[in-house]
């Protein structure tokens, strides 16, 4: 089994970063990992990904030259670097991991099979 907890979240003002950090635990032979956010009222959706061997990521839109996602595989940690911070970002944010036989990040959240608990993002105006 695969544990996954999520850290770093908190309430910020607009312009402001946040790093979210997700440990991995229990049996982490994952071949992937994200980052997904899911605010009120709306379905999650993926934000980025990180393949764990090959360190190839993946992005929405939305976040692109904002945010930057990174792995430490030998302290089995994935962050998510977060800059520019926008009330939209707004969002309870999950850690993902996968153990499927991925090319690229899923962005799909039914491809994930381990899930952290989340932790809240709130950006301020």
């Known amino acids: 089994q695969v544990q996954l907890e999520e850290s770093g979240g908190g309430l910020v003002e607009a312009g402001d970063s946040l790093r979210l950090s997700c440990i991995v635990s229990g049996r982490t032979f994952t071949t992937a990992a994200g980052w997904f956010r899911q605010a009120p009222g709306k379905e999650r959706e993926f934000v980025a990904g990180?393949?764990?061997?090959?360190?190839?990521?993946r992005y929405t839109d939305s976040v692109k030259g904002r945010f930057t996602i990174s792995r430490d595989n030998a302290k089995n940690t994935v962050y998510l670097q977060m800059n520019s911070l926008k009330p939209e970002d707004t969002a309870v944010y999950y850690c993902a991991a996968s153990n499927r036989n991925n090319i690229v990040p899923p962005v799909t959240p039914r491809l994930y099979d381990y899930w952290g608990q989340g932790t809240q993002v709130t950006v301020s105006s």
């Open positions: 990180i393949m764990r061997s090959s360190g190839s990521t």
